[in-house]
């Protein structure tokens, strides 16, 4: 079945540590996006990603870095700079960058700060 | 610019009909319609294109006045199923499929 996978579903992070959260998809996508939300709010666009070895800045990156060495996977990482992380973390996918393309949402990781 | 979303919360008995609204202060191109269970991931319920028609889905519909600016989501004979929350994504004419959320609708639906 293709779909989107987080791991872990849960992550505690101690003060200055980073932390890797983990998004992969076998969809064939080229576009991936990365989105915190926060308790009773919205979603909030962390960066994302159009194309293989290409990334961009979202609304709310400081703190976070992103990668994409591969069309399948976007790893974020959340860093010592983001100071008030704990949130859960949404990965999702379109086939294509452009617009009127569905974006389909994996199960999300819930981030703790111990 | 967020869109804002109307109303908060809603409550209802099963069987009753609810429209969710969704407001932006720009021209947009497209809204884009989810619902989200406690703890789970977004689920896609429908797209609306400027220029395009109202779209249906089940017995949930929506509508896009792009003069306005804005859309609504008719959600008719509730169904328990259809509790959760209810986001809409806008995307402006030059935002490149980057969609902007609204805080969302709560919706529970009683027996």
């Known amino acids: 079945d293709g779909g989107i996978t987080q791991s872990p579903k849960y992550l505690f992070r101690k003060e200055g540590q980073n932390v890797t959260l983990s998004c992969e998809q076998n969809l064939n996508h080229d576009a991936m996006y990365w989105y915190r939300q926060d308790p009773g709010q919205g979603l909030r666009l962390i960066y994302y990603?159009?194309?293989?070895?290409?990334?961009q800045k979202g609304d709310i990156a400081e703190g976070y870095s992103v990668s994409r060495e591969k069309k399948e996977s976007f790893p974020l990482t959340v860093t010592s700079a983001q100071k008030n992380p704990t949130a859960f973390y949404l990965c999702?996918?379109?086939?294509?960058?452009?617009?009127?393309?569905?974006?389909?949402f994996g199960p999300g990781t819930r981030l703790l700060v111990l | 610019q967020q869109p804002v979303q109307s109303p908060q919360a809603v409550i209802l008995r099963e069987g009753e009909d609810a429209v969710i609204n969704c407001s932006s202060s720009?021209?947009?191109?497209?809204v884009h319609w989810y619902r989200q269970k406690h703890g789970e991931a977004p689920v896609f319920l429908m797209i609306l294109l400027k220029g395009g028609e109202q779209k249906g889905h089940e017995k949930i519909s929506a509508s896009f006045n792009e003069k306005k600016q804005q859309s609504s989501l008719y959600l008719t004979a509730s169904q328990l199923s259809y509790s959760g929350t209810y986001f809409c994504g806008t995307e402006g004419d030059n935002a490149g499929n980057m969609l902007t959320f609204g805080g969302g609708t709560r919706l529970m639906v009683k027996p």
């Open positions: 720009k021209a947009l191109y497209s």
């Open positions: 999702a996918s379109s086939r294509q960058g452009g617009i009127q393309e569905t974006q389909y």
């Open positions: 990603s159009q194309i293989v070895n290409d990334f």
